[in-house]
């Protein structure tokens, strides 16, 4: 049993412990090109966040984990069959229950650890921080935790090498051999300033790409992908020990 995993304890070790801190795994479940599981961004989010939590609650941070949410916004990809949706709107209300159950249980802060690209919880949390001013919300996408490029040759964005490393390594037993897989060719928007970075447009999945990736996983390897999470969980848990331990009070330097 790990104490700071809430799907693992019980009643008695819970209802004395006072928690600074809970962290909230938020994932998809979706298509990852023909060699993934549909389940890829779950495995990723519950083993990140509790590779980070057990590592900050080592050093004395009073952590707990909540059950990882296994469906995202995937309103682009509605033509993949059985990738699962939730609208925003619905994802809010979600959101904002488990708010209220934190809230009303004095635990204070907590720390959206998402493992999904189609979730984006930033408005959420303005809407929410006005409901409940006590509280401090924040949220993290662990992608953008450290410079790819460092770990992989193209890591690519949806089942290309980093994700397919990340889960060689974390559930081998769950990934078909690469000969398997799609190139995970993307087609692009032709108009320039959407590749600028200051225009947007929701890609729609079925007219990217053939075969639900979109990065090649060719190059791929277990030992990348234990590199990575080895640093991502040490970087991540480093971020759970300080807000955890941080005064709200004492946020601004």
Request: aromatic share 10%.
């Amino acid at each position: 049993m790990r104490p700071y995993i809430l799907a693992e304890t019980n009643w008695a070790a819970v209802k004395d412990q006072q928690y600074n801190l809970a962290v909230l795994p938020w994932a998809a479940t979706e298509a990852h090109n023909y060699h993934l599981p549909y389940s890829a961004d779950v495995i990723e989010a519950n083993r990140i966040s509790e590779g980070a939590a057990g590592l900050a609650w080592d050093r004395g941070a009073k952590i707990v984990v909540l059950p990882t949410i296994p469906i995202g916004v995937n309103t682009g990809q509605r033509d993949i069959k059985l990738d699962l949706n939730l609208n925003p709107s619905t994802q809010a209300i979600i959101l904002r229950d488990i708010v209220d159950v934190l809230d009303h249980h004095g635990i204070f802060k907590l720390l959206i650890m998402n493992s999904h690209g189609g979730n984006d919880f930033k408005q959420m949390i303005r809407e929410l921080n006005v409901q409940y001013p006590g509280m401090l919300l924040t949220t993290c996408n662990f992608w953008q935790a450290l410079k790819l490029d460092e770990y992989f040759d193209e890591p690519g964005d949806h089942a290309g090498e980093m994700e397919t490393s990340l889960l060689m390594y974390l559930a081998p037993d769950l990934v078909l051999p690469l000969n398997k897989a799609g190139k995970g060719h993307a087609r692009k928007i032709k108009i320039k300033s959407f590749h600028e970075g200051w225009a947007w447009a929701e890609r729609k999945w079925s007219k990217v790409t053939e075969d639900t990736g979109i990065g090649n996983p060719s190059k791929a390897t277990a030992e990348k992908g234990k590199r990575y999470f080895d640093d991502l969980v040490k970087k991540i848990g480093d971020l759970m020990y300080e807000l955890a331990t941080t005064d709200p009070e004492d946020f601004y330097q």
